[in-house]
């Protein structure tokens, strides 16, 4: 079974969505534990200080290493041995490598997983220097404090537990799992909305058609909307060809082929 320690300045500020919906219900079924660290309980002072300006006088504060220090050495881990398949140490920074699908999956498959909120102008440096820990960022924005982010990585891993979703096949064959294409565009009842109905494809009762016809549509909403996500999917000849055509229709739509260009 997974664990997950958060550690965080703000506990409360994750508990109710796990206690939400789909995790709720599994957290109820013990498939994973979740355990909230109060980092402000780990302080020197009794103002509960856990951050102080940066030296060098710029602006902005930093985490203080005293207290997250003191943190993760609670978690009973033995950091100078880390085993990397079983236990990650992770601080949620703007800075760090982008949290991915296959991120998500690499860690559901941990026993530990530590997650690190980051806030203001990040963590002293001495920390990252002591600590195995990686730096994860869930995108190239800053947030207000690292909780968003540590709930974001949290719902994407725990998803992918077996038991924690109605359908494991469901989660494991949503956007991103499949050859790094986002998912095919869906539908349900009625059959007939507004004058739109459901393309026949997904009507025939013909499961090889319809599969044929799902990885079309992929493909198309990956080059829509994520085109750089296409040169790492792994694609048949028909596929490329196919590819090559929309963006032949795309560069003659525009005028801005070669013939027409203007110098």
Same mark, same amino acid.
């Given at each position: ?60 504060? &930093? *985490?203080?290493?005293? +207290? ?8 009973? %881990? @033995?950091?100078?041995?880390? /085993? ?72 994407? &891993? *725990?998803?992918?537990? +077996? ?8 989660? %494991? @064959?949503?956007?991103?799992? /499949? ?85």
């Amino acid at each position: 079974m997974l664990k997950v320690d958060v550690i965080t300045l703000f506990p409360g500020a994750l508990g109710a969505p796990l206690e939400a919906s789909v995790l709720g219900r599994a957290k109820e079924k013990e498939l994973f534990e979740i355990n909230m660290i109060d980092l402000r309980d780990f302080a020197l002072d009794k103002h509960r200080t856990v951050d102080d300006n940066r030296f060098g006088g710029e602006g902005g504060m &930093v *985490l203080k290493p005293e +207290p997250l220090a003191a943190a993760l050495d609670s978690l009973d %881990i @033995d950091f100078d041995n880390i /085993d990397r398949d079983a236990t990650r140490l992770i601080l949620t920074a703007a800075s760090g490598q982008h949290f991915q699908h296959e991120t998500a999956v690499e860690f559901s498959l941990l026993k530990r997983l530590v997650i690190i909120c980051g806030h203001y102008k990040g963590v002293d440096e001495r920390i990252l220097q002591t600590y195995p820990i990686e730096e994860i960022s869930i995108g190239d924005f800053v947030l207000t404090g690292g909780e968003p982010a540590a709930w974001v990585m949290i719902d994407a &891993v *725990l998803r992918l537990i +077996p038991g924690v979703m109605g359908n494991f096949e469901s989660a %494991i @064959d949503d956007s991103f799992a /499949d050859d790094n294409l986002l998912g095919a565009p869906v539908y349900t009842r009625p059959a007939e909305f507004r004058g739109r109905g459901v393309p026949e494809e997904l009507l025939s009762g013909n499961h090889e058609e319809i599969r044929k016809f799902r990885r079309r549509e992929a493909i198309k909403k990956t080059y829509e909307n994520r085109p750089d996500l296409l040169e790492k999917a792994d694609l048949t000849i028909d596929e490329k060809q196919f590819v090559k055509k929309m963006k032949k229709e795309d560069t003659e739509g525009s005028g801005c082929d070669e013939t027409n260009r203007a110098d």
